[in-house]
Nanobody
């Protein structure tokens, strides 16, 4: 079964930046970054197709950038101008998610 291993989270001040990485045990297909804040449902924040087309949730548009490196089987999420409401556990999966979620990486935006 495919495995997703997320990394790169941490504590950052508002306005700061983080770059998340997602190592995939199998091939990269259409990929997605998701997040789940405390008490909320998991939501899609960014997606990227095998052709490189991207889409973003309105809440992160203009601040987050999703990318991929097929040779490394890795997807990335560059997050700039972070806000407190971006605090969540971030996960990657295929754009149409498999049941095989990783542990995620915690992002805390706080002063």
């Amino acid at each position: 079964q495919v495995q997703f291993v997320e990394s790169g989270g941490g504590l950052v001040q508002p306005g700061g930046s983080l770059r998340l990485s997602c190592a995939v045990s199998g091939s990269l297909y259409n990929m997605g970054w998701f997040r789940q804040a405390p008490g909320k449902q998991r939501e899609l924040v960014a997606g990227i197709t095998v052709f490189g087309s991207t889409n973003y949730a309105d809440s992160v548009k203009g601040r987050f950038t999703i990318s991929r490196d097929n040779a490394k089987n890795t997807a990335y999420l560059q997050m700039n101008s972070l806000k407190s409401e971006d605090t969540a556990v971030y996960y990657c999966n295929y754009r149409i998610p498999t049941p095989y979620w990783g542990r995620g990486t915690q992002v805390i935006v706080s002063s």
